[in-house]
């Protein structure tokens, strides 16, 4: 797709979408985020989970936890039982429990604020690094979840399969001006109106650039 086109489309996204902070995100209202060490929890725990599992999950274990140690002194059941909300909270847990002694043993009980060691850490995959980078430590970078590799793919942003895939090409191409909010924009665009089940064309100002409506709609 040429640059132009991807202009027009981050534009009017942008016209359509607000960034979390103009929203009642529940994320950051609830305090999923409000120190690095429950960012990062609260993205592990989210895999594969809905936003409101993830909320239920997250501030039941921070009523009990706030720190690597804490965490550490519960009891596997203790702490499966309170992120049960999650999906796979037994794995979860397990995870949990090795990325904590990681943080102490490796970086103090701090959260390090690099790709590489945030990838090397226990249940810690690309896209929780992404949303860390990004929403933690302020790099301009475009995490990719499921509604963003959907979305991307319908416009013809990119033509992938995998979800790294889609991160490595929408980083590539994306310019500096737009990285900021891409991830939040595409993200509230997929939930609202390019639902995965079947989009809401009718309701979209995307149809002329887009690759899904102008192939397959029109
Ligand atoms: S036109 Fe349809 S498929 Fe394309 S982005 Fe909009 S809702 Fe999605």
């Not at 027009?8 to 209202?29: G, H, R, V």
């Not at 720190?67 to 949990?96: C, F, G, V």
Request: aromatic share 6%; glycine share 2%; hydrophobic share 35%.
């Amino acid at each position: 797709m040429d640059q132009q086109r991807i202009y027009q489309i981050y534009e009017l996204l942008s016209e359509s979408q607000p960034i979390f902070n103009d929203t009642d995100n529940e994320w950051i209202a609830k305090g999923l985020s409000s120190t690095p060490f429950k960012a990062l929890v609260s993205v592990t725990i989210s895999t594969m989970t809905t936003d409101k599992r993830t909320i239920d999950a997250s501030r039941a274990l921070y009523e009990r936890v706030s720190t690597p140690r804490q965490l550490l002194e519960l009891e596997d059941e203790e702490l499966a039982s309170l992120i049960k909300p999650a999906a796979h909270y037994n794995r979860k847990t397990k995870n949990l429990k090795k990325m904590c002694q990681q943080l102490i043993e490796r970086h103090n009980g701090e959260v390090p604020d690099t790709r590489d060691e945030l990838l090397a850490l226990t249940g810690v995959g690309r896209k929780c690094t992404d949303i860390m980078m990004h929403f933690t430590f302020s790099e301009p970078t475009i995490a990719v979840d499921t509604h963003v590799h959907r979305v991307a793919n319908r416009l013809g942003i990119v033509h992938t399969t995998s979800r790294e895939d889609t991160a490595d090409t929408i980083n590539e191409i994306t310019s500096l001006q737009f990285k900021h909010h891409a991830h939040e924009w595409i993200i509230q665009h997929g939930m609202k109106i390019c639902i995965a089940r079947k989009p809401k064309c009718s309701e979209c100002s995307l149809t002329d650039l887009c690759d899904y409506y102008q192939t397959r709609v029109k």
